[in-house]
T-cell receptor, first 111, second 117 residues
């Protein structure tokens, strides 16, 4: 079945550092890939998405490229801010609209 | 943009109480909604798919009689935790897609934190 594996956290960085959160997936067919962010005590918000191979999703300085050859969708940001502290979830949708989530990565940015 | 409203945001109640959680799509119709459960510092676990006008589809291991789902209209799904016990304490989140295509993102409610004493 479909599955998503994320880099284990927690991740702690200083402000303005470069961020990478790794995500790899296993799926049949051609899934769509997503990154969601969850701030403390809140639900999930869509951060970015990519629907086919080589697509790059981007939003708020975050980027991720759909790599079919490596089955990956790593999240990157060039310069993180304190306000980026949250839990980040990689997810895929293989059809039937069901989302399969990775385990989540807690990110803390120190000033 | 599309908004999903979930209510209540927090519930604290005694063991044995039944608790109803509502999930509403505010500016779009949702024939399908999803209910997730999230344990502390863990990922979201899909509990069930709520289908408007028909029975919900439950994931393996989720008790149908424990977690009653009703999708009464195109904008409302409810999850009722029946005779709740402390082990049911968790963060429950609903979501709804704005289209029938799997490549479209889902919109999530803000979640309901359920604490059973």
């Amino acid at each position: 079945g479909n599955s998503v594996t994320q880099m284990e956290g927690p991740v702690t960085l200083s402000e303005e550092a470069f961020l990478t959160i790794n995500c790899t997936y296993t799926a049949t067919g051609y899934p769509s890939l997503f990154w969601y962010v969850q701030y403390p005590g809140e639900g999930l918000q869509l951060l970015l998405k990519a629907t086919k191979a080589d697509d790059k999703g981007s939003n708020k300085g975050f980027e991720a490229t759909y790599r079919k050859e490596t089955t990956s969708f790593h999240l990157e940001k060039g310069s993180v801010q304190v306000s980026d502290s949250a839990v980040y979830f990689c997810a895929l949708s293989g059809g039937a609209q069901k989302l399969v989530f990775g385990q989540g990565t807690r990110l803390t940015i120190n000033p | 943009g599309a908004v999903v409203s979930q209510h209540p945001s927090r519930v604290i109640c005694k063991s044995g109480t039944s608790v109803k959680i509502e999930c509403r799509s505010l500016d779009f119709q949702a024939t399908t909604m999803f209910w997730y459960r999230q344990f502390p510092k863990q990922s979201l676990m899909l509990m069930a798919t709520s289908n408007e006008g028909s029975k919900a589809t439950y994931e393996q291991g989720v008790e149908k009689d424990k977690f009653l789902i009703n999708h009464a209209s195109l904008t409302l799904s409810t999850l009722t935790v029946t005779s709740a016990h402390p082990e049911d304490s968790s963060f429950y989140i609903c979501s709804a897609p704005t289209s029938g295509q799997g490549n479209q993102p889902q919109h999530f409610g803000d979640g309901t934190r359920l604490s059973i004493l």
